[in-house]
């Protein structure tokens, strides 16, 4: 949520501060030939806005920042539960950030719902790091463009809902591969 008033304002000159303060470490960062991957976060429970849960604010900063040793840390998990709060299109805001991306996060969960009846799932948290393919992440609109991407893609699963690791990277594997095979 945003605030008013001298709330607003005293949050802005942190985040300026803040921003700021990433300047030497990007520069010594890149000395060391090392890429800083800033993250795109989620709301933990629905309801939540954060100005660090919008991927383009994201983007935006990494672009601000204007250094090689930046990049953008696309959560796909978290893209899907900020683009359904805020009724946008996932695949547009993918697109809108893909030039920035470093490195990818896949996980899946159930979007940005208010309650749910899974078993061994908490009935209001959202970012629940489910393997891909188990939530409702529409994997069909952004596959494409996250197998043709050149950042890596680093699973992010939630142990207690990860099954055999050979298991997990095979069928994330061909997730992203359908669309793919699909065109052929």
Known sequence: MEASGPAAARLRERARLEERSLI???????????????????????????????PIAVRDLVRRLDSPAAG????????HITAEASHSDIAALFAACAADVALFHAHDNLGCRRAVD????????????LPPGRGSLPWSRI???????????????????????????????????????AAA
């Open 24 to 54: 030497p470490r990007l520069q010594r960062a890149h000395s060391l030939g090392i890429v800083v991957a800033i993250e795109n976060l989620a709301p933990m429970y629905a309801g939540q806005r954060r100005r660090c849960h919008d």
């Open 143 to 181: 596959a494409g463009m996250v197998a043709a991407h050149s950042a890596p893609v680093m699973l992010e699963v939630e142990r207690s809902h990860r099954p055999a690791l050979e298991v997990l990277a095979a069928r994330t594997v061909a997730l992203l591969d359908a669309p793919a095979a």
């Open 72 to 79: 953008m840390l696309l959560d796909l998990g978290h893209l």
């Open 118 to 129: 899974a078993p061994g799932v908490d009935p209001l948290k959202l970012d629940l790091h």
